[in-house]
């Protein structure tokens, strides 16, 4: 009788045993993902994402397969700061929108095309970024630069566009805006 | 075979002194007392209840453990997802954030990769090549760290290279 006792109760050890350390293993999964999604989180803060969608207006068309160019002005307000440095990425969320063309800002320290991946050509999406090392920079609300695309079919356009860094002289990541608007609006 | 020949019982195929003998043998029936048959009943419930456990509810516990092994499998794979892409495509999400540097040694090539984030942020962007330009500027000997296409300088190519990299669709 002794001996079966002991046999059932290393049964029943070895089978709660099991769940036990599956339990202990979830445990430990979940703590890691915490541990990575943590990681993750001061990236995503210092990334300063500014994420706007635009909708800019277009005349109605006759003829939807015409083409007709136009031009958007990108401007960053960093505020009282100056901006030394920026990124961001425009695309857009309309069909019949190709980018053809990119110039630089207004202001002296980013009148030059800012740096492009020329694949941004004939796409709908680009990356620009542009930097100064100089003392003469912009601050406020400023023209980085000017995108020309080429719009097919009736009706607004809509934009998204994503400050993706920004900052002033020293390096330092500063808080700005980006808004887009029609060239000459 | 005769089936209205059959007997109705073995003992009454046996002659009655037999029947007689035998039940003088076994002697008058036991009389077992009420708590020795408990103890008994209770003993074997005791000894059968632990025997009989995994037949009397095999579909929970069966059920039970496809929970455990489902469970750990799923957690299992999630840890896979999360924690495997993070670390194994780091390099990977940013292919352009390493520049190949071949450094010709004894006729063999050797080849070592440089990091194209200068400010440690953990992402290259365009404040990596306006930090490596700052750092050009000033002529700090930490730019030398960042020398992207190994021509052995660092200068206004390895700026360009990383912003550039930085603008990759």
Redesign the interface.
């Known amino acids: 009788m002794n001996v079966s006792k002991t046999t059932i109760n290393r049964n029943s050890y070895r089978r709660s045993i099991v769940p036990i350390a599956w339990l202990l293993l979830i445990g430990f999964d979940v703590c890691l993902m915490a541990l990575t999604y943590a990681q993750d989180q001061p990236q995503t803060a210092t990334a300063n994402p500014q994420q706007a969608i635009t909708q800019l207006a277009g005349p109605d068309v006759a003829d939807e397969d015409a083409v007709r160019f136009e031009a958007i002005d990108v401007f960053v307000d960093s505020g009282s700061n100056a901006l030394a440095a920026y990124q961001f990425e425009l695309a857009s969320e309309s069909p019949g929108v190709e980018i053809v063309g990119i110039e630089g800002g207004e202001h002296a320290a980013f009148e030059e095309p800012p740096f492009y991946d020329p694949k941004a050509m004939n796409n709908n999406r680009v990356i620009l970024a542009a930097f100064n090392t100089g003392d003469n920079l912009p601050s406020g609300r400023s023209r980085v630069a000017r995108i020309h695309v080429q719009l097919q079919g009736s009706g607004a356009k809509q934009y998204r566009t994503e400050l993706k860094a920004s900052a002033t002289t020293d390096g330092q990541r500063i808080q700005a805006q980006i808004e887009i608007a029609k060239a000459g609006a | 075979m005769n089936d209205s020949n059959t007997p109705e019982s073995t003992e009454d195929q046996l002659p009655h002194e037999v029947v007689a003998a035998i039940r003088r043998q076994s002697g008058p029936p036991l009389n077992v007392s009420q708590t020795v048959e408990n103890a008994i009943l209770s003993?074997a419930a005791a000894?059968l209840s632990?025997?009989r456990?995994p037949n009397i509810k095999p579909p929970a516990?069966q059920r039970?453990?496809w929970v455990?092994?489902s469970?750990?499998t799923i957690?299992?794979a999630?840890?896979l997802f999360?924690?495997l892409p993070?670390t194994i495509q780091e390099p990977a999400s940013h292919p352009q954030s390493m520049a190949l540097n071949d450094k010709s040694s004894a006729g063999e090539m050797e080849q070592t990769f440089v990091s194209s984030d200068v400010?440690q942020?953990?992402?290259v962007?365009?404040?990596d090549?306006?930090?490596l330009?700052?750092s050009v500027?000033s002529g700090s000997s930490q730019a030398n760290r960042w020398d992207q296409n190994g021509d052995g300088s660092t200068d206004q190519t390895d700026i360009?290279l990383i912003?550039?990299n930085?603008?990759?669709?």
Not at chain 2, 166 to 169: C, K, Q, S
């Open positions: 003993d000894h632990g025997i456990r516990r039970f453990r455990a092994w469970t750990g957690a299992a999630v840890l999360a924690v993070q400010d942020d953990g992402q962007d365009i404040l090549a306006f930090a330009a700052r500027k360009n912003a550039m930085a603008v990759m669709l």
